[in-house]
């Protein structure tokens, strides 16, 4: 097989990605992708994914699609970076150590500043505490910025808010049916400012012990992860892994907002983002509203204060807004918009390093 034949790198040449890392340890057990996008307007950012991936081509699909979107959330939300992703396989509850992520930053330290790493779904601070005994090019430290879960939940809610603003004509929250699809980190922290403003918050999520906590720690109602669909509600957050919104949920779901946290919601984005619109329902663009993270991870690259970054974060609203009233202007799906408008910053500050 030629070079040009490589179906990776014609899969990298679809997407426009950069450069992709693949990571091999046997002595800790590490097997993981590190995926570079773009860094036109800078170095890539983005987590790092622990999860039980069903095989080495499933992760390889996840971190380049996760990768793509870190360049869009970035550029959409006005940084100074470049995006990238990276997965380790195994499962995060049973195969951690210190020398797998001591090893795992070392890959890192060998791109060279060229992509930065934080903490992404299965992966805490203190797992950052490791990578970072091997390399500097990481983000999400205690003690500096920290879990940037926090201020992703608040990014989120703020955009939610905004969506009820243009679908019911107040960004209330109070009294309207919430779905919450996964109450991890980001979700938690997301039903905490929903249960505060009186939602009627149901939420679900594959691990019972974190499920039983949270239901109780907030009081709201819990359902089995199969059935969050058919709850009658007024908005749907997924918050957990992508591509809930397919042809087979959306027969089901009976929102007329799908806002929430999770990464590449829509299965197939042409296919399911022109489906929503259709049926009336306002999608927030996954990588616009769940942009917090990033925004406190940037704060911690730059030295900026945890104040910046959330009211940074707060600016989530009017960007989501924005696009939301541009779609109905044009009759364009939001993540059209969305996409348009990091493609467009990209474009613009690419021709200002070129003509240096």
């Known amino acids: 097989m030629s070079l040009t034949e490589n179906p990776i790198i014609s899969q990298m040449s679809v997407m426009g990605h950069e450069q992709v890392l693949f990571c091999n340890d046997s002595a800790t057990g590490l097997k ?42 970035n550029s959409i939300s006005g940084l100074n970076l470049g995006g990238g992703k990276a997965v380790i396989i195994g499962d995060a509850r049973t195969m951690k150590s210190e020398a797998l992520f001591r090893r795992f930053g070392k890959f890192v330290e060998s791109l060279a500043g060229n992509y930065i790493t934080a903490e992404d779904v299965g992966i805490s601070p203190s797992d950052m505490n490791w990578v970072n005994m091997e390399t500097n090019h990481v983000a999400g430290l205690p003690g500096k910025s920290g879990d940037p879960s926090p201020v992703t939940a608040y990014g989120v809610y703020m955009g939610m808010k905004a969506c009820a603003k243009v679908q019911f004509g107040s960004d209330s929250l109070e009294g309207k049916t919430i779905a919450v699809q996964g109450v991890g980190h980001v979700g938690e922290y997301l039903v905490k400012h929903l249960a505060a403003e009186k939602a009627n918050v149901v939420i679900t999520d594959i691990h019972e012990e974190t499920l039983k906590r949270v239901a109780n720690e907030y009081g709201v109602k819990v359902v089995a992860p199969n059935e969050i669909y058919d709850v009658p509600m007024d908005i749907y957050a997924p918050c957990a892994m992508g591509a809930t919104i397919n042809d087979e949920t959306l027969s089901r779901l009976t929102c007329s907002i799908i806002s929430g946290a999770a990464n590449n919601q829509l299965a197939i984005e042409q296919k399911h983002g022109l489906e929503v619109m259709n049926r009336g329902i306002i999608y927030a663009p996954d990588y616009t509203i769940n942009a917090g993270g990033v925004i406190n991870c940037f704060s911690e690259v730059e030295g900026l204060s945890s104040e910046w970054a959330h009211t940074k974060a707060g600016e989530i609203y009017t960007t989501i807004l924005n696009i939301i009233h541009r779609s109905k202007e044009a009759n364009i799906p939001t993540y059209q918009i969305a996409n348009k408008m990091a493609e467009e910053r990209i474009a613009a500050v690419g021709i200002v390093k070129i003509n240096k």
């Open 32 to 73: 993981a992708i590190i995926a570079i996008h773009n860094t036109v307007l800078g170095p890539a950012l983005g987590g790092t994914r622990m999860w039980t991936y069903s095989n080495e081509i499933e992760a390889l699909n996840d971190v380049l699609r996760l990768s793509k979107g870190m360049t869009y959330k």
